[in-house]
């Protein structure tokens, strides 16, 4: 890229999030839950999370983009089939953090989360986004709960055991 176009790309603003995001509980069969520590305020720990790159953009699209970018795992590799997604068909409505705010449109104060969770074999590798998250720990599924600092991914992963149960 020229001087003159990295110029112009970063004189372009970005346009403004979608408040419609998705939220991915990966965990093992054992239970064990993949938590991810943000960049921006280290400290908070969360699962995969990230909005719709576009309106009409299928939430199971959105899921399987944002484990991909944020933590290396691709859907339909060895041991992780497509299948392995499931939509929880819940939807969290919650008021967007004013820090984050600037993201969306004027405005916008809520977001609506769509919740999956996807099971993976334990010793599944993890690359993460180093632009966006610092480190990830896996943990059993209270302890996940406990360290999350949102309260839907938290509550999310207490229903965990009771949604593999139906799943089975």
Request: glycine share 6%; proline share 10%.
């Amino acid at each position: 890229m020229t001087t003159m176009t990295q110029a112009t790309a970063q004189a372009q603003p970005r346009p403004p999030k979608i408040p419609e995001s998705v939220l991915v509980v990966i965990h093992t069969p054992a239970l064990d839950v993949l938590l991810i520590e943000r960049a921006d305020r280290p400290g908070f720990w969360q699962s995969v999370t990230g909005s719709k790159d576009f309106l009409e953009e299928p939430a199971h699209e959105t899921a399987a983009r944002e484990v991909r970018e944020e933590t290396g795992i691709l859907l339909g590799a060895p041991g992780v089939p497509v299948e392995a997604l499931h939509d929880w068909d819940l939807r969290n409505v919650y008021e967007i953090y004013p820090v984050w705010r600037h993201r969306y449109a004027p405005g916008v104060t809520h977001n609506t989360e769509h919740v999956f969770g996807l099971t993976v074999p334990a010793g599944t590798p993890v690359q993460l986004a180093p632009r966006e998250h610092l480190a990830h720990v896996w943990l059993p599924w209270r302890e996940a709960a406990d360290r999350c600092f949102s309260p839907s991914n938290a509550e999310a992963i207490l229903q965990l055991p009771q949604r593999l149960g139906r799943m089975r």
